[in-house]
């Protein structure tokens, strides 16, 4: 149980942390690592955790009540399973709590220009998270794409009803936003491991960052703040 004070200790401006993600998805996770991760999250005040899906069911009933939105990813981290698949998929995290879904635009249809298979496979798994009251978050493996495929991406993403669309390096964040045509909210599904790159991020038109490790961004951009506030200026 988490104490004033350990509140306090943890606590950061309210302009960073509802910007995080805190990806616990590494495979040396073990479930107890991802249960104290859901409660740091809670602690903090971050927007979600993300989690691997067979670890939503042991803390779906530790963020009841919460703000922080249970997420978990779908086919990742190539989006090479079948259309039926992920939907099911979909669907079963969905009636397990889930109110975000994490996938991966199949970067092989999209590098084979199969775009009408990908927008009506997201449209499927949309259209289910939107009638849970869950949203979609659609991540692209920006490494294997050209500037002509994010933007091709996007408008697929927006035809299918996604929410976020995902960037895995900062330097694709530009063209997802000057393409998203505010449909899209713009993502990063490459942890961040500095406060540097989450600010880097939330200046180039992230609205949501993932993170490994939350806690420490945060003391650092809470150390980054104190001496403007601490300041003759800001005392007055």
């Known amino acids: ?78 989006g090479y399973s079948t259309t039926p698949a992920k939907v099911y998929a979909t669907q079963d995290l969905l009636r397990r709590g889930v109110r975000q879904i994490d996938t991966v635009m199949n970067t092989s249809k999209l590098i084979s220009r199969q775009f009408q298979f990908l927008e009506m496979e997201l449209l499927q798994m949309a259209d289910a998270c939107h009638q849970s009251g869950a949203v979609l978050a659609v991540n692209l493996e920006g490494e294997y794409l050209n500037e002509e495929l994010d933007l091709l991406a996007c408008r697929i993403a927006r035809r299918a009803g996604a929410d976020y669309i995902g960037a895995s390096r900062l330097e694709d964040v530009p063209i997802l936003v000057g393409n998203s045509r505010d449909r899209l909210k713009i993502k990063c599904h490459s942890p961040a491991a500095t406060l540097e790159q989450v600010v880097a991020l939330r200046d180039a038109g992230c609205t949501r960052i993932w993170v490994s490790s939350p806690a420490s961004i945060l003391s650092a951009w809470k150390a980054q703040q104190a001496p403007a506030s601490q300041s003759p200026a800001a005392s007055h």
């Open 1 to 78: 149980m988490s104490t004033p004070e350990t509140d306090k200790s943890v606590a950061a401006p309210p302009d960073l942390a509802p910007l995080l993600e805190s990806a616990l998805i590494r495979t040396e996770l073990s479930e107890d690592d991802v249960i104290r991760g859901c409660e740091e999250a809670r602690q903090l005040g971050l927007a979600a955790v993300i989690l691997r899906p067979s670890d939503v069911e042991s803390v779906a009933r530790q963020l009841q009540g919460s703000p922080v939105v249970l997420g978990a990813l779908v086919d990742s981290p190539h």
